[in-house]
């Protein structure tokens, strides 16, 4: 089985920066498409990146290109999330997920694996 484990999120104002971390293990993911969404209470999951784990190749959501930046570290098995210029509504649970068969990561259901979410709240 895969495990991920998300840490980094917090109470920020708005302006701030995050580094969101996703913990991956269980398996080796070279061949696998991890990713990162955020759901806000009464909204739906969404996309916000995702990365292909071998190439690097990136997928931004709509609206949500320059201000956050996905990455992974190989050798620690984590994929990040920066987030910059923190909004209220960026303000939600933000979910790391992996994808076995390495799609385009653009849609949640083709997801394998989902980490428990980490709290993000921007408020003055």
């Known amino acids: 089985q895969v495990q991920l484990v998300e840490s980094g999120g917090g109470l920020v104002q708005p302006g701030d920066s995050l580094r969101l971390s996703c913990a991956a293990s269980?398996?080796?993911?070279?061949?696998?498409?991890m990713g990162w969404f955020r759901q806000a209470p009464g909204k739906e999951r969404e996309i916000v990146a995702a990365i292909r784990w071998s190439e690097g190749n990136t997928y931004y959501g709509n609206l949500m290109k320059g201000r956050f930046t996905i990455s992974r570290d190989n050798a620690k098995n984590t994929v990040y999330l920066q987030i910059n210029t923190l909004k209220p509504e960026d303000t939600a649970v933000y979910y790391c997920?992996?994808?076995?068969?390495?799609?385009?990561?653009?849609?949640?259901?083709?997801?394998?694996?989902w980490g428990q979410g980490t709290q993000v709240t921007v408020s003055s």
């Open positions: 269980g398996r080796t993911f070279s061949s696998y498409t």
């Open positions: 997920a992996a994808d076995s068969r390495g799609g385009p990561g653009v849609l949640s259901w083709t997801y394998d694996y």
